[in-house]
């Protein structure tokens, strides 16, 4: 059964459909994998989703109930969190801080601002930065700074999370411990929506993949059928490519 539904969505700015007609589900338990070509509309459907934009048409359901109209504040409350591509994290607070702020504005949000604290540093040991809770944010590394943006999100205690190019910046060894990470999310319970561009890691952590291409849907399915299919390898690398690939 979908947790997540969306329904022919489309945001328009202006005259340019960014993103049109899209429709897919997220099931409970599961990995959808975001993939297209820069400009595709892949962050501006995430922004749809979570509140951050209006929809020009179409629908959002999370368990059941629509999210058209509802404030992204309020969808992060209902269990929808996400990632942000650019990490901009509240410099001026430590890392334990910054993961406070979800624990205390997202799913059941709570005044006890100890409790807060005690739920940010258990999720900070799972994504592997208790060592940093009490550096300031300002002074993380790329890695560590998309450890610290999923460990917020995971503070909100999302049923839905997406993640929004958490690998970009990463070397090998750093992408590996990031696909498991994301596994091990998953195994909390949590269902997620992933955008990346690096294509091994998506194949790996994807139980099934979208494909968006000029703001619509160009293919959905199994990560290895996705993959190799021939509109895919031409939207990414160009028809003359794809037809060399498969003649």
Partial sequence: MALLEARGVTKRFGGLAAVSDVSF????????????????????????????LPA???DVSFAGRSL???????????GVSRTFQVVKPFRNL????????????????????AG?????????????????????????????RKRMELARALAMRPRVLMLDE?????????????????????ERGVSLIVIEHVMKAIRSVSDRILVLYHGEKLTEGEPAAVLNDTQVIAAYLGRRYAESVHA
Avoid: C
């Fill in 166 to 186: 958490v690998m970009a910046g990463l070397n090998p060894t750093e992408i590996d411990a990031a696909v498991a990470l994301i596994k091990r999310v998953r």
């Fill in 116 to 144: 807060a604290r005690r739920q940010a540093e258990e999720i900070l040991d799972f994504v592997g930065l208790a060592h940093r809770a009490a550096a300031p944010a300002e002074g993380l590394n790329v890695p560590e």
């Fill in 94 to 113: 430590t890392v334990v801080d910054n993961v406070m702020v979800g624990a205390l504005f997202g799913a059941g949000g709570t005044r006890d601002v």
């Fill in 56 to 58: 020009s048409a179409g």
């Fill in 25 to 52: 589900d997220l099931r409970e338990g599961e990995i959808l994998g975001l993939i297209g070509p820069n400009g595709s509309g892949k962050t501006t459907l995430v922004n749809v989703v979570t509140g951050a």
């Fill in 68 to 78: 058209r109209g509802v404030p992204a504040w309020e969808i992060g409350r209902r």
